[in-house]
């Protein structure tokens, strides 16, 4: 077991998981929880869903109460990390306050990819990533009657499914030829544009935002690239994230499209560990190097990280998946999707509910499953016993997919 305290910088799922299960595996050393946010530990999931159109405050959200890190002797150091002495294992903060460490945990999460576009900067142009963006949001929903959301990815068309709900206009700009499609497969795209176009939604595919157009400082709409203007009182951006590197690249740690960490989730340095969206992590698995924006990832990678240096050293290899709520549809991904060449549909789409069994040549590589929930878990199982079931067995409505299980 490790001796010293251990440091993590972030609060989000992965920070805060690092932190609970040091303790659940008995780690007694010091452990600090560097939190840049005004609020205890929460979910982010529910920022985009639930939260947003329900009357709830922020406690709703919290992993757990402020008792429960005074009862578990986590410390809860509210600031920003500025700094990493490498030499000196000293993490400096904004304030000037210093903490020195015996390992480092690098939490850091990702922030929006922001848009450069006139106007982009009004108060009524909002992103969606944090608890005070949502509340911000919850807050302005009530007064404005029409929203562009820029992005039919899963945090623009989660939001533009709530903001429907609670009665906004709302059209939704994607530069792509469908939704979701860096995400699913083009039938699970085509399932869910014609959900959304059935409760109201606009979506406008292959065109982009060439300016936002206001009147002072209140937005009137959004100008297209194919001519057209949209008008709006209210513009929310999703077009993705960017990790958070800087405080390991400024330290001297490699980082690439994230911080680069082995396959035991350590950076060049081995008192430093990264984990979650900002990690870019070494996977025998896949074959390559990975960075994935999941819960799932965040929490797992964290457990790993908790149980090496509590003395169980093991290498990471997770199962990714995943999942977005959109509406009354639940879109739950197990494995991952990317290069497959051939789409296996079980069950029907007219009826709201089916599989996409997603393969390259004979090998099962993921499952994305729409309000199927049982085939889902089915996946998850599968990949972890390294498990496949052959195209022909997934297109069969009769196969008995425990059976695969053993």
């Not at 920022?47 to 009357?55: E, F, N, P, Q, R």
């Not at 039938?187 to 406008?204: L, N, P």
């Not at 009826?351 to 997603?358: E, I, N, P, V």
Request: contains cysteine; neutral net charge; hydrophobic residues 40%.
């Amino acid at each position: 077991m490790m001796q010293g305290p251990v440091v993590i910088v972030g609060a989000g799922h992965a920070g805060f998981q690092v932190a609970a299960s040091l303790r659940q595996l008995g780690f007694a050393s010091p452990v600090y929880l560097v939190n840049d946010e005004g609020h205890l530990p929460y979910q982010r999931p529910p920022l985009s869903k639930a939260y947003l159109k329900g009357t709830g405050g922020p406690d709703t959200l919290m992993f757990r109460p402020g008792k429960f890190f005074h009862d578990q002797t986590i410390e809860l150091v509210a600031g920003r990390a500025v700094t990493i002495d490498r030499a000196g294992r000293k993490l400096k903060l904004a304030s000037g306050d210093q903490l020195d460490y015996g390992h480092l945990v690098l939490a850091t999460g990702a922030r929006n990819r922001l848009i450069d576009l006139p106007n982009a900067n009004l108060p009524d142009v909002r992103y969606l990533r944090i608890l005070d963006d949502s509340e911000d949001l919850r807050s302005r929903l009530g007064s404005k009657t029409r929203v562009v959301v820029i992005g039919a990815g899963f945090i623009g068309l989660e939001f533009a499914a709530t903001a429907r709900i609670k009665g906004l206009e709302v059209d939704v700009l994607e530069l792509a030829g469908r939704v979701m499609a860096r995400a699913v497969t083009a039938e699970v795209s085509e399932y869910f544009q014609a959900r959304h176009a059935a409760a109201g939604v606009r979506i406008h595919l292959g065109v982009q935002a060439t300016a936002i157009e206001a009147d002072g400082d209140k937005v009137t709409g959004i100008s297209l690239s194919d001519g057209r203007h949209i008008p709006a009182d209210l513009v929310v951006v999703g077009v993705g994230v960017l990790p958070n590197v800087e405080l390991a690249a400024n330290a001297g740690l490699p980082v690439a499209s994230g911080i680069i960490v082995s396959e035991r989730l350590l950076t060049a340095d081995p008192h430093i560990s990264a984990i979650g969206d900002c990690a870019l992590f070494a996977s025998p698995r896949f074959g390559g190097s990975l960075r994935l924006e999941s819960v799932q990832n965040a929490t797992d990678h964290a457990r790993c990280v908790a149980a090496r240096l509590a003395g169980d050293d093991k290498p990471y290899d997770g199962h990714p998946w995943f999942w977005s709520d959109q509406g009354d549809d639940k879109l739950q991904i197990a494995g991952l999707t990317t290069g497959y060449d051939r789409v296996v549909l079980r069950g029907d789409p007219s009826r709201k509910a089916f599989s996409a069994f997603c393969y390259r040549g004979e090998q099962l590589v993921g499952i994305e499953s729409v309000n199927r929930a049982g085939e889902h878990m089915f996946g998850r199982r599968l990949f972890a016993a390294g498990g496949s079931i052959t195209p022909e067995q997934a297109a069969d409505p009769s196969f008995d997919l425990k059976k695969a299980l053993g």
